[in-house]
């Protein structure tokens, strides 16, 4: 017994510095390798600037000027001139705003994709040809029916993001196991009931997968569209800086277009890791 409890003792050092490694290892493949990333962008881009592109800011007065640029970034001094950050929110609000939209139309029509041969046959043809068209074709369309900026936006953000929740929503109700909705009818569940208690559930990691495909996408399109329809907004606020010659504020709302649509990306796999738990 006591030469068992020696070779346990002694064991113990030996894993430590093992466990010391692997946590070593976590930390050098989450921080180490994004730094080293970001340091060889960094490298690239001041050799760009030097050599190519001299009217290209360079590192330091691009963060100079984002620094300034966050000194007081709720600033407003008029409806069109407001601080960043009021211009990040704009953006925000109307990407939420259709994709919601898309979310309340998108579901049902895919759960009835999903279900119905006779739906399928009737909108894979309509959902085939409006897929594919760019974002900004949609604009003036949305402009003539709307004729105001923000329900525009809206607009092209939900007929662009809709499509891949109505066909991640069609293929997972599709893949529902039949015998799920054999016991489904067994039971005599109304065709709500069918849709609530069986298909949605069990369609779930696939639709939450086309949610978040369209929350990508709406947040691509809004910079666009802002940048053609004016008013408020982080693609006004690029436009607006191209045009008052301000390529460094251009670089700062890049990278905060970037930040904010990993933010809610990230936001999105945490609801898509819950509910996949959850489930």
Request: glycine share 8%; aromatic share 8%.
């Amino acid at each position: 017994m006591a030469e068992i409890a020696t070779s346990t003792t002694a064991d113990t050092p030996a894993r430590a510095p093992a466990g010391i490694a692997h946590r070593l290892g976590d930390l050098a493949e989450r921080v180490v390798w994004p730094l080293v990333t970001l340091l060889v962008l960094l490298g690239a881009w001041t050799l760009v600037q030097q050599t190519v592109a001299t009217d290209l800011p360079s590192v330091s007065e691009t963060v100079s000027h984002g620094i300034a640029l966050f000194s007081d970034p709720f600033y407003i001094a008029g409806p069109g001139d407001q601080g960043i950050m009021w211009q990040l929110l704009y953006s925000l609000a109307r990407v939420l705003s259709g994709f919601a939209l898309a979310c309340l139309i998108g579901l049902p029509v895919g759960l009835l994709v999903g279900t119905s041969q006779a739906a399928t046959r009737a909108l894979t043809p309509f959902i085939e040809i409006m897929r594919p068209v760019s974002p900004l074709a949609w604009l003036p369309i949305g402009l003539l029916l709307f004729r105001a900026v923000d329900p525009s936006a809206v607009f092209v953000i939900v007929i662009t993001s809709i499509w891949p929740i109505i066909l991640n929503t069609a293929a997972g109700v599709r893949a529902v196991p039949q015998d799920y909705i054999q016991v489904g009818r067994v039971l005599r569940l109304s065709r709500l009931a069918m849709f609530r208690r069986i298909l949605l559930p069990s369609a779930l990691p696939y639709v939450l997968a086309g949610m978040r495909l369209s929350l990508g996408t709406a947040w691509m399109v809004i910079v666009a569209a802002e940048m053609l329809t004016g008013g408020i907004g982080i693609g006004f606020f690029i436009w607006d800086e191209w045009n008052n010659l301000s390529v460094p504020s251009i670089l700062v709302a890049i990278v905060l277009i970037g930040v904010a649509g990993i933010a809610l990306d990230a936001g999105m796999a945490a609801i898509q890791r819950r509910l996949s738990h959850a489930g």
